[in-house]
């Protein structure tokens, strides 16, 4: 079983900062793909930026230059820094890990940004 438990959300007024964490637990392979996603109201769920534990990242057009996303393998954490966040980014926002055959995700965290 695998757990992820996200903290970190809020509001926040445009142009300020928030940073989001995950912390995994349970049976995580040495290999695997963290990610941040993101569901608006009435929208799809999307990407908002990966890595992997090799350390290859990828984001998502909309965030790039603003967002960055780290992980620590050690303590099997990642974070999104969400900087010059602006009211578009509002979204209840998602934890991801996949390892294998497996897709587990964490019970979300609301994001707010007021303009």
């Known amino acids: 079983q695998v757990q992820l438990v996200e903290s970190g959300g809020g509001l926040v007024p445009a142009g300020g900062s928030l940073r989001l964490s995950c912390a995994a637990s349970?049976?995580?392979?040495?290999?695997?793909?963290m990610g941040w996603y993101r569901q608006a109201p009435g929208k799809q769920r999307e990407l908002v930026a990966s890595?992997?534990?090799?350390?290859?990242?990828n984001y998502a057009d909309s965030v790039k230059g603003r967002f960055t996303i780290s992980r620590d393998n050690t303590k099997k954490v990642v974070t999104l820094q969400m900087n010059s966040l602006k009211p578009e980014d509002t979204a209840v926002y998602y934890c991801?890990?996949?390892?294998?055959?497996?897709?587990?995700w964490g019970q979300g965290t609301q994001v707010t940004v007021s303009s």
């Open positions: 991801r890990l996949a390892q294998g055959a497996g897709v587990y």
């Open positions: 349970g049976s995580i392979f040495s290999i695997n793909a």
């Open positions: 890595i992997t534990s090799f350390g290859f990242t």
